[in-house]
């Protein structure tokens, strides 16, 4: 037969109830703390990502940009007159010399004028020839006129002398030497005035030719003008070199001033090289370039840095210190970097992704062990293409994340693997 327990029962229900709180303080804890955990850093696979180590010493500063082979010595060749594309003689790649004619072009009014030109430079050389015999003509009979009141001068002079002493010795009336002495001193006033008027004569001449020279002078510049103008329709390189463009077709009617074909230099090339605006404002003239053509690389130094932003950039020219790699051409798509500055002993790491010169941003630091990395804030200072200054938040040695990071940016903690 069954013995009733009453303690055994009252010590389950005892039983139940402090489980029954364990249970009931428990999962409110177990919950609370589990909220409060960390959440599992995310996996990042090592092989994916840009590592790099802090070091300490020399960084070169340095900026870099695309740019092309230019020639230094170019020649655009406009059109001198109004006039019609002829005939194209020389394609554009053809080598030229100074002489060598690309085109030829054609101007009827060109042609009459220079005719018409030449007429009226021979016409104003006749003239001033013409102008000279009369004038000498001139000069000559004013001349032949003085020359005879001089003699009769000189005689009536000489006759008043000779009849004053004869008056003083008495042979002779005093009246008749009076009478020469008025007729000397009447020839005297007269042949001052004629070379008075043969002096104003000589420059009168003198004057009218030079008014006929200068008319000749201009008809001869107007006519070498046209006559250039003319030659100038047999369109001529004007230097030895390459005919890099003809801008003009067979047919088309060009203006004055119409650029018509360039010629350049290929044997004497410079590089322009487009720097971007934020880094252009260290570059100065005579810094140390190297221009990499993608056929081998060239040294040189900047000669000139536009005042102008085009596009975002700066165009910096680079002259080369020694003879170009092979297959250097004009309009070669060429890298240029140029060297800003050394920095000795400091701090630097290669250039984050996201590294701009005096920012404070977030990099992952990687741990002891390699296996872990955790974010650090870091202060950068000035930076180059390949490398930034670094101020803060890191030491010589650290090994740091440099790859775009911004998929991870609520993460503190990442694991590598």
């Given at each position: 037969m069954d013995i009733a327990r009453p303690d055994f029962a009252r010590k389950k229900r005892v039983r139940?109830?402090?489980y029954g709180?364990?249970?009931v303080v428990a999962v409110p804890a177990l919950t609370i703390?589990?909220?409060r955990l960390k959440p599992a850093a995310p996996a990042v696979e090592r092989s994916t990502v840009w590592l790099d180590t802090v070091r300490r010493g020399e960084m070169l500063r340095d900026v870099r940009g695309l740019g092309t082979l230019v020639p230094v010595d170019v020649r655009w060749i406009p059109a001198q007159s109004s006039a019609r594309v002829d005939?194209?003689?020389?394609?554009?790649?053809?080598?030229?010399?100074?002489?060598s004619i690309i085109l030829e072009l054609s101007d009827p009014q060109l042609q009459l004028d220079a005719l018409n030109a030449e007429y009226a430079y021979k016409a104003a050389e006749a003239d001033l020839a013409n102008l000279k015999v009369q004038l000498s003509n001139s000069l000559m009979g004013q001349k032949s006129t003085a020359a005879d009141i001089e003699s009769e001068y000189q005689q009536a002079k000489m006759q008043a002398e000779v009849d004053k002493q004869l008056s003083e010795e008495g042979i002779q009336a005093a009246l008749t030497a009076k009478k020469s002495a008025v007729v000397a001193e009447q020839l005297a006033i007269k042949e001052g005035l004629v070379q008075e008027q043969l002096k104003i004569a000589d420059d009168a001449a003198k004057a009218q030719i030079a008014a006929q020279q200068a008319h000749l002078e201009q008809q001869r510049v107007l006519y070498e003008l046209k006559k250039r103008q003319l030659d100038a329709l047999h369109v001529r390189a004007g230097l030895n070199g390459v005919l890099s463009a003809v801008s003009v077709e067979v047919g088309q009617q060009v203006a004055l001033g119409t650029n018509l074909v360039r010629v350049a230099d290929p044997s004497h090339l410079k590089a322009t090289v487009q720097i971007?605006?934020?880094?252009?404002?260290?570059?100065?003239?005579g810094q140390k370039a190297t221009i990499d053509t993608h056929n081998g690389t060239a040294e040189g130094h900047v000669t000139r840095v536009d005042a102008a932003v085009v596009n975002g950039t700066v165009a910096v020219d680079v002259s080369f210190n020694s003879a170009l790699p092979a297959g250097a051409r004009p309009d070669l798509s060429v890298d240029g970097t140029i060297e800003i500055e050394r920095l000795p002993n400091i701090l630097y790491v290669g250039r984050p992704v996201q590294g701009q010169p005096n920012s404070t941003i977030g990099l992952f630091r990687v741990l002891a062990g390699g296996t872990e990395a955790v974010r650090a804030k870091v202060e950068l200072g000035r930076t180059s293409v390949n490398s930034v200054e670094v101020l803060r938040g890191l030491q010589a040695g650290d090994q740091v994340v440099l790859s775009?990071?911004?998929?991870w940016d609520s993460y503190d903690r990442l694991r590598l693997e």
């Open positions: 139940l109830m402090v709180a364990a249970m703390g589990v909220s005939k194209i003689v020389l394609q554009s790649g053809a080598m030229v010399k100074a002489d971007p605006e934020t880094q252009a404002k260290d570059v100065a003239i775009d990071m911004s998929g």
